[in-house]
């Protein structure tokens, strides 16, 4: 698999991404500040996988619910992400690669251990996503355009307000045996969020 060949377009998505990152708090400002509906956090993730790589982007709204347990503080946000992914193509006659395009929703928990301040945190979150077209590489075949995406992630946050928000996540998507073939895929990610 020539990773050149991934790099360079999604390294095109990924400037994209970025760029509209920087839109989406001037978006959100224009509306009642107020509102419910008005993201917390918006984000930038990069991540790659042993066939692909992908560029997503997304919103995060917290949760007013806490529960303090006795290792730290208990909490949670819905996360709503677009992303693409750059994969080797299914068809062994060119070196090409494919486009998938991730629409996800994901209920998350974060566990922040007792100490002053936010600092760093654990979560977890299971999620729905549909990945269109259907995911196919060389090697992998899911059966599926709907798959659950479940993660694990270790993060910090930081700034004056905790505005900043830097993560490792270890993702893994499939469609939980609903129906064969289900290899899945593992991504390891780079996740970077702000909070209004």
């Known amino acids: 698999m020539n990773t050149n060949n991934i790099r360079r377009p999604l390294s095109r998505h990924a400037l994209a991404a970025a760029l509209s990152l920087l839109l989406l708090p001037v978006a959100a400002q224009a509306g009642d500040t107020g509102s419910r ?6 984000f930038v993730q990069l991540g790659v996988a042993e ?3 992908a560029a997503v982007v997304g919103a995060v709204w917290d949760w007013s619910w ?10 949670g946000y819905w996360d709503i992400s677009f992303g693409r992914w750059a994969s080797d193509s299914a068809d062994r006659t060119t070196s090409s690669h494919a486009w998938v395009t991730q629409l996800g929703i ?11 301040g936010p600092g760093w945190y654990l979560e977890g979150g299971i999620g729905a996503n549909v990945l269109l077209p259907i995911y ?7 059966s599926t355009s709907f798959n659950f995406g479940d993660h694990l992630a270790l993060g910090r946050t930081f700034g004056d307000r905790g505005e900043h928000d830097v993560a490792v996540r270890f993702q893994h998507f499939s469609n ?7 290899p899945g895929e593992d991504f390891l990610q780079l996740r970077y969020s702000h909070r209004f």
């Open 136 to 142: 196919r590489t060389e090697d992998k075949r899911f």
């Open 51 to 53: 066939h692909a790589s």
């Open 176 to 182: 939980a045996g609903i129906k064969e073939p289900n």
């Open 37 to 42: 509906w008005a993201p917390t956090r918006v």
């Open 106 to 116: 994901t209920p998350v928990v974060r566990l922040y251990p007792r100490g002053p």
């Open 66 to 75: 806490q529960r303090d347990v006795g290792w730290g503080r208990l909490t």
